[in-house]
């Protein structure tokens, strides 16, 4: 049977033509290079949900532990676990998130992964049953390309945001998450992903209960949902279902990179600034949004201020009432309520903290990412280990000890770190420092109509330098295409055409065929990479040298 248009229009070519060795040069010793799996590896994250946890590893895969009645582990059991278990059947994993009794996963390929509660069509289904149940993760087949993501509670509702600066948004649409106008009976649950039409350009999400946060490329903020506390940076709007709104005076230079929503009451809002300040507006009850600096006897900020006693921030995360921050030493501080000890400072204080501005989490450790729930807080230490605190039950403390349940609720009042699987002593994330490069491929249904997506990301060292990022596809006759613009070059010496150029992404998603005929090129490999250099030859060069190339698919 022919090629369908979709791999004609790829330019894949069927003649049995091999270059010579010599003008393959380098490249033609990949394949016998990568005979056996290539390593597989990225920076940890680390999501948490309603008494549960999960980490995605150097490794690229993803682990879990705590509360496990709806699946939510995804170890194909309901049980929950004291200690981490694996995610079954996920690879080349670059971030995890979690919210409620559901977490989902982004993998360097660009597809996302969902399990647990599927209640409000989170996992990207027309099928109306809030009681289903994933015990393993599904794929969202609409979702290709993506690249962030972002999951609220109470309901929950989700956001991806793809290559091209899209935002999509699926699941819980109560206070108006969709962005287009309607909410509550008017279209409640969006049960498959669809895009916002106002949002473009697109590079960061954050997500709570009714607020929502969206930063372009070049740092402006946009915020949608309910708004009755100023939750908007605006007081115009006191209904939810609107269109995204601007927020204004975020930073002078909208250079905006991070963002966090704690989802007390109305929500307090965070902008982490390229220069390492944070802005906070919205709920200040209890001191949140202005994190101490702020009287208050003042409920709300309707404007972003910058939060006094934060510097050098690289990333931050916002639970339920309390808001985290991470410095570029690896130190972790944070504001907002601390009634289950969940800002780890060695104390609880009445329903919620009353000292001036952050204060440090007594972490034993230099932290390289951090995470926030409704009364949990969470952090990765540079060295792999994982950290805890906060209020605990089901396991979450992941100690390895009897699960009680939720009744016997724990309060840890300082970082306590997780044990390891089986019989390790501690859990090992992976350190970020020794993290090699991820190479990552999907392949949904058979050649006959498959959909296809690969990826890289690479070392986290050289996330923002300039370079090259590579897709190639070895045939079986010995033939060697690069991925270029859209369509396949035959690879005859040289230099191999890039698929991208610029600085690099902490992953770079290539997706390439959907639903497309594949049948006559059964058995090709398709190898992803990139190089570090300001031109074409340097990062080839960069490419071959340090052998940042791994197989990520086998067609089949």
């Known amino acids: 049977m022919p090629p369908s248009p979709a791999v004609r229009a790829a330019s894949w070519s069927r003649r049995p033509c091999r270059p010579p060795a010599a003008a393959v040069g380098g490249l033609a010793l990949i394949v016998g290079l990568l005979a056996g799996p290539p390593v597989r590896a990225a920076d940890p994250r680390v999501g948490v949900g309603a008494d549960f946890l999960v980490v995605s590893r150097t490794d690229g895969t993803a682990w879990a532990w705590g509360l496990g009645n709806d699946g939510q582990l995804g170890d194909t059991t309901r049980t929950s676990s004291s200690r981490p278990v694996r995610v079954i059947g996920l690879t080349g994993v670059v971030d995890v998130v979690a919210a409620d009794g559901v977490a989902a996963a982004l993998k360097a390929d660009g597809t996302v992964w969902v399990w647990g509660s599927g209640a409000n069509g989170i996992f990207g289904s027309t099928q109306a049953d809030n009681a289903i149940r994933a015990t393993s993760p599904v794929q969202i087949p609409e979702l290709t390309g993506i690249r962030a993501l972002a999951l609220g509670r109470n309901g929950p509702s989700a956001l991806a945001v793809d290559t091209a600066g899209r935002v999509f948004q699926w699941g819980n649409n109560f206070s108006g998450q969709a962005g287009d106008g309607t909410s509550g009976s008017n279209g409640e649950v969006r049960k498959l992903p669809l895009p916002i039409a106002s949002l473009t350009g697109t590079a960061a999400l954050a997500a709570a209960d009714t607020s929502f946060l969206a930063a372009s490329s070049n740092g402006a903020v946009s915020a949608w949902g309910l708004n009755p506390q100023g939750g908007l940076g605006t007081v115009s709007r006191t209904t939810p279902g609107g269109a995204p709104l601007a927020v204004q005076a975020v930073a002078a230079t909208g250079d905006v990179v991070a963002l966090a929503v704690a989802d007390i009451n109305d929500n307090a809002h965070f902008a982490l600034r390229r220069d390492g300040s944070v802005a906070g507006w919205g709920t200040n009850s209890g001191l949140h949004a202005g994190c101490g600096q702020v009287s208050q ?8 201020r910058t939060v006094t006693g934060l510097t050098g921030v690289v990333g931050l995360a916002a ?17 907002g309520a601390n009634a289950g000890g969940q800002l780890g400072d060695n104390s609880t204080t009445g329903v919620d903290l009353v000292k001036p501005g952050p204060v440090r989490a007594a972490l034993a450790v230099a932290a390289q990412t951090v995470g926030a729930g409704r009364q949990i807080s969470a952090a990765i230490g540079r060295d792999g280990s994982a950290w805890v605190w906060g209020s605990v039950a089901n396991g979450a403390a992941g100690n390895g000890g009897a699960i009680a349940g939720a009744s ?78 859209g369509a396949w070059v035959l690879f005859a010496g040289g230099l191999l055409p890039p698929y991208s150029a610029g600085p690099l992404p902490r992953h770079q998603p290539m997706p390439l065929f959907t639903g497309a005929d594949l049948r006559f090129v059964s058995g090709v490999r398709l190898f992803t990479g990139y190089g570090v250099g300001d031109t074409d030859a340097a990062a080839q060069d960069d490419l071959l040298g340090r052998l940042h190339y791994g197989e990520a698919l086998l067609l089949q």
Not at 297 to 304: H, I, R
Not at 319 to 335: I, K, N, T
């Open 297 to 304: 006897g003042t409920p709300t900020l309707t404007a972003p």
């Open 319 to 335: 639970g339920s009432a309390h808001a985290l921050f991470l410095s570029a030493g690896g130190e972790v501080s944070g504001c």
């Open 408 to 485: 016997a609720q724990r309060v840890i009042t300082a970082p306590q770190a997780v044990v390891g699987e089986g019989t390790r002593p501690l859990f090992d994330a992976g350190a970020v420092a020794s993290a090699p490069p991820l190479y990552a491929g999907t392949q949904t249904g058979p050649l006959s109509a498959a959909t296809v997506n690969v990826g890289v990301a690479p070392v986290p060292a050289d996330v923002g330098r300039v370079g090259r990022t590579y897709l190639a596809a070895f045939l079986p006759d010995g033939q060697i295409y690069g991925y270029q613009s």
